[in-house]
């Protein structure tokens, strides 16, 4: 009877350490490629949900069709998504990152809206009293006070964004996905797992740092909850 390989790798055991040492290159790049899908994704959204945040408060007739279109896009399955947008952005990051800020339109402007809509309309008219024009009860009172919406919003488009990067390895650029579906085909456990587990201590990581973020941006909820 033969003995089995001292080598893990030989025996693609599901836990090696040797595949960390020998792959942690390799690793790394995959990491910061999920990384800079993500936040580049996730930024973007931002960029286009606020402004949509801000016409669908001030005009109902284009609430619900922006509500309505960004639900409707949420709705597509991935693969769906990224064969729409093929013909356009080809096998390229730009697709994946396409992608993702779609997905991500829906939970940031749902959630920024949200926020503005619950501004106490007496914050506001302290703010008229104390002569702020629209643009500076905007800045000063209205967005900093929808913050913890917003950040709610945020973080779980981030969270999902960590997921969904995963799906870019039918083109290509999928970060760690790319290990992990190469790993699938070859039955590959170490590289399945460890790419496994990486993505989700990127997505615990990140959603760490935004609550972080929120808590430091917005210390008066803090006082609130205590004072309850």
């Known amino acids: 009877m033969t003995a089995p ?4 790798l030989a025996r693609n055991d599901w836990l090696c350490g040797a595949y960390l040492s020998s792959r942690s290159e390799i690793l790394l790049d995959a990491s910061l490629q999920h990384l800079r899908l993500t936040f580049v994704s996730v930024l973007i959204a931002l960029v286009l949900a606020l402004p949509l945040a801000l016409a669908a408060r001030r005009w109902r007739r284009a609430s619900g069709t922006i509500l309505g279109v960004t639900t409707i896009l949420y709705t597509i399955p991935s693969l769906a998504m990224f064969s729409l947008l093929l013909p356009v952005y080809g096998l390229s990051a730009a697709l994946v990152v396409a992608g993702l800020v779609l997905y991500s339109l829906t939970l940031l402007v749902r959630n920024i809206l949200a926020g503005l809509r619950d501004v106490p309309e007496d914050a506001r008219q302290a703010a008229r009293g104390l002569g702020y024009g629209p643009l500076r009860t905007l800045l000063t009172v209205e967005l900093p006070l929808s913050l ?3 950040f709610a919003g945020l973080r779980i488009a981030t969270v999902s964004a960590v997921s969904l990067v995963t799906i870019g390895a039918i083109v290509g650029f999928g970060g760690l996905g790319n ?4 790993g699938m085909n070859t039955y590959f456990k170490a590289q399945v797992l460890t790419a496994s587990v990486l993505c989700v201590v990127i997505a615990v990581a990140a959603d760490l740092v935004l609550l972080l973020a929120q808590r430091l941006l917005t210390p008066w909820t803090k006082a609130t909850k205590g004072a309850g």
């Open 148 to 150: 913890p919406a917003a």
């Open 179 to 182: 290990l992990i579906y190469a």
């Open 5 to 8: 390989p001292d080598d893990c």
